[in-house]
């Protein structure tokens, strides 16, 4: 089965930092596009980082640049966020896109909580 699957999040205080990853199953996505996307409580989703196709051409929101890292492990099927200097404001639910096959896949998400 075709599946993405998120993990990693969860409580953190202000300037802490938590690694996302996506893993892949039912295929091989080292050569695909993977986006991260997050939609916090009553807003839209928007595009946090992505990474481009088995070159590895990367980008980030704006409001991440600098704190977020978006990698690849091939050899585990997985797309990491690495999040340093977390705020408040990165608070919302993390998900992972892929396009297989002409098709859209997204992970479940995972939750990520910046507070005190």
């Known amino acids: 089965q075709v599946q993405l699957a998120e993990s990693g999040g969860g409580l953190v205080q202000p300037g802490g930092s938590l690694r996302l990853s996506c893993a892949a199953s039912?295929?091989?996505?080292?050569?695909?596009?993977v986006t991260w996307y997050r939609q916090a409580p009553g807003k839209e989703r928007e595009l946090v980082a992505f990474i481009i196709g088995a070159g590895g051409s990367i980008g980030y929101a704006d409001s991440v640049k600098g704190r977020f890292t978006i990698s690849r492990d091939n050899a585990k099927n997985t797309v990491y966020l690495q999040m340093n200097s977390l705020k408040p404001d990165d608070t919302a639910v993390y998900y992972c896109?892929?396009?297989?096959?002409?098709?859209?896949?997204w992970g479940q998400g995972t939750q990520v909580t910046v507070s005190s």
């Open positions: 896109k892929t396009i297989w096959g002409g098709r859209g896949y």
């Open positions: 039912g295929f091989t996505f080292s050569s695909l596009s």
